[in-house]
């Protein structure tokens, strides 16, 4: 019987990765039976992942609950990237921050050398950057949840930016206040797909198509 909820992971990626996190999970002694775990194949966050610790306030020992969110979009652009790095990362994270709040005490440097050592003890390999890989682009799953498409004068992928979609964004683009650093051009609000580059077009159609999925499996 598995330790780890998953209900929405319906690709052998996904199911490798909910696999990997209840294996690493098991081999540190993690206290299963104080906490439940449910890992959420998620296809709108634009962070690689995030977790969430929810403690029993009633409970004298420490128990609870813990969600872990996984990037659906960044696992299936670069599966061993996230295999590697990103699961031994979020992982980290909530063996550092059990050690501590068992301590009764809260983390005061997220990524500082605690961190860095659990991240090594579940892969030895992997990557210490606390921003996560250089490989991952959020901008379609930007502007598939409703930021502004925008371009300037940069050619092809470099032109084009998600713009947040609130009152004072809209207002800097219409009075031509956003200006792009590298060829000093105004952003502009871009509705026309084909002048988008089509790479951020598929990731789209990749990311509803999996989410379509999602729904068809419950």
Known sequence: MSNVVCVNAVHPIESHAVSLIERALKKYKFPFSRFGVEVNIDFKIKDFAKHNI??????????????????????????????????????????????????????????????????????????????????????????????????????????????PNNKNWIKKLKEKMAICKTCNAPYTIQKDNTLIPQRFIKEVEFINDRICKQASHE
């Open 54 to 163: 929810v403690l029993d306030p009633e409970s004298r020992s420490l128990q609870g609950s813990i969600r872990i969110d996984i990037n659906g979009l960044f696992l299936h652009q670069y599966p061993s990237i996230y295999f590697n790095n990103c699961i031994p990362h979020e992982l980290a994270h909530i063996f550092h921050e059990l050690t501590f709040e068992k301590k009764g005490m809260d983390v005061d440097y997220p990524h500082g050398i605690e961190w860095q050592q659990w991240v090594k003890k579940i892969n030895s390999s992997a990557d210490l950057s606390s921003s996560g890989p250089a490989e991952f682009d959020n901008r379609s799953i930007c502007w598939n949840y409703g930021g502004l498409p925008t371009t300037c004068n940069c050619d092809g992928e470099f032109g084009f930016r998600v713009q």
